[in-house]
Nanobody, 120 residues
Framework: QVQLVESGGGLVQAGGSLRLSCAAS????????MGWFRQAPGKERDFLVG??RSTASVKGRFMISRDNAKNTVYLQMNSLKPEDTAVYYC???????????????????WGQGTQVTVSS
């Protein structure tokens, strides 16, 4: 079992930056592929970025990183826009090969989410 707790969300003005944290307990995150997702009101939960055995994805203004010593994954978000407003989730998936898991159905553990609101 892995427990994930996100933090760092809040209200930010457009153009600002936020760094979200996802603290894991129960097992080492180095044993898992980790991903960040977001879900805006009325929309599906979408994959943002992920990190595998040795590969991390970057999506424009969003970057994931991992600190194995702290058992924590981060999401750095820059130049935020009002359309980035959503609940942000981190999740853990079994490592499969060298790639990054993008399918939310393959993620076994989820955090409770943290709200990010970007004002114009």
């Amino acid at each position: 079992q892995v427990q994930l707790v996100e933090s760092g969300g809040g209200l930010v003005q457009a153009g600002g930056s936020l760094r979200l944290s996802c603290a894991a307990s129960g097992r080492a995150i180095s044993s898992y592929g980790m991903g960040w997702f977001r879900q805006a009101p009325g929309k599906e939960r979408d994959f943002l970025v992920g990190i595998g055995r040795s590969t991390a994805s970057v999506k424009g203004r969003f970057m994931i990183s991992r600190d194995n010593a702290k058992n924590t994954v981060y999401l750095q978000m820059n130049s935020l826009k009002p359309e980035d407003t959503a609940v942000y989730y981190c999740a853990a998936a079994p490592l499969r090969g060298l790639g990054i898991t993008v399918d939310p159905n393959e993620y076994e553990y989820w955090g409770q989410g943290t709200q990010v609101t970007v004002s114009s």
